[in-house]
Nanobody, 123 residues
Framework: QVQLEESGGGLVQSGGSLRLSCAASGRIVSPNVIGWYRQAPGKQRELVATISSRGDANYADSVWGRFAVSRDNAKNTVYRQMNSLKVEETAVYSC?????????????????WGEGTLVTVSA
């Protein structure tokens, strides 16, 4: 089993910054990819950024240049720095991890989710 725990959410003013963390524990397999998602009230969940265990990062167009994701593999923790936050980015931010696990008869894709942390951006 793998557990993910997000932290760092809270209230911030529009234009402000916040840093989120996602700590993974348990039987983590490398290579893996950790993704950050967000779900605003009444909207579908959207992928914001991903980072591989090698450190390759990708971002949604909507956050490119404002958000930065990094990871510390020794601590199994991913960080996301969010700058110039907008009111419409108020959402629950969650992380997940994906990797392929070897099993007796081949391989199995695994995916785990954290509970999420609320980020509220005020005007």
């Amino acid at each position: 089993q793998v557990q993910l725990e997000e932290s760092g959410g809270g209230l911030v003013q529009s234009g402000g910054s916040l840093r989120l963390s996602c700590a993974a524990s348990g039987r983590i397999v490398s290579p893996n990819v950790i993704g950050w998602y967000r779900q605003a009230p009444g909207k579908q969940r959207e992928l914001v950024a991903t980072i591989s265990s090698r450190g390759d990062a990708n971002y949604a167009d909507s956050v490119w240049g404002r958000f930065a994701v990094s990871r510390d593999n020794a601590k199994n923790t991913v960080y996301r720095q969010m700058n110039s936050l907008k009111v419409e980015e108020t959402a629950v931010y969650s992380c997940n991890i994906k990797f392929t696990k070897r099993i007796i008869k081949g391989a199995k894709d695994m995916e785990y989710w954290g509970e999420g942390t609320l980020v509220t951006v005020s005007a």
